[in-house]
Nanobody, 125 residues
Framework: VQLQAWGGGLVQAGGSLRLSCAAS????????IGWFRQAPGKEREGVSV????????FYADSVKGRFTIVSDSAAASVYLQMNSLKPEDTAIYYC???????????????????WGQGTLVTVSS
């Protein structure tokens, strides 16, 4: 049972990246998958989350209108499309999964039972 995240890299400000989070070893339906990030010297923060049950999504205010989270149950994957990237988006990005598929707001970190390894996103100015 694991999550694997990838897709990070170095991009110039204004550019785009797509992060992927693939699940293995468990049924992907009726889960909540979240993306979090941790910038150097800062606490980890929630970026975006999606319920694979009803595709409900939530975003941090700092990424609304720039990031889009989508779920592909057939591929057991969740993607985070990041556009108009800013230097302040630089961080290690993590995906996390919860077996509770019903969400009414952005669940905090204790809600998630499984975490993937991080993928580094660096946005140069």
């Amino acid at each position: 049972v694991q999550l694997q995240a990838w897709g990070g890299g170095l991009v110039q400000a204004g550019g785009s990246l797509r992060l992927s989070c693939a699940a293995s070893g468990f049924t992907f339906n009726d889960y909540t998958i979240g993306w979090f990030r941790q910038a150097p010297g800062k606490e980890r923060e929630g970026v975006s989350v999606i319920s694979t049950r009803d595709l409900k999504t939530f975003y941090a205010d700092s990424v609304k209108g720039r990031f889009t989270i989508v779920s592909d149950s057939a591929a057991a994957s969740v993607y985070l499309q990041m556009n108009s990237l800013k230097p302040e988006d630089t961080a290690i990005y993590y995906c996390a999964a919860s077996s509770h598929g019903h969400i009414i707001s952005f669940p905090p970190e204790p809600f998630y039972e499984l975490w993937g390894q991080g993928t580094l996103v660096t946005v140069s100015s």
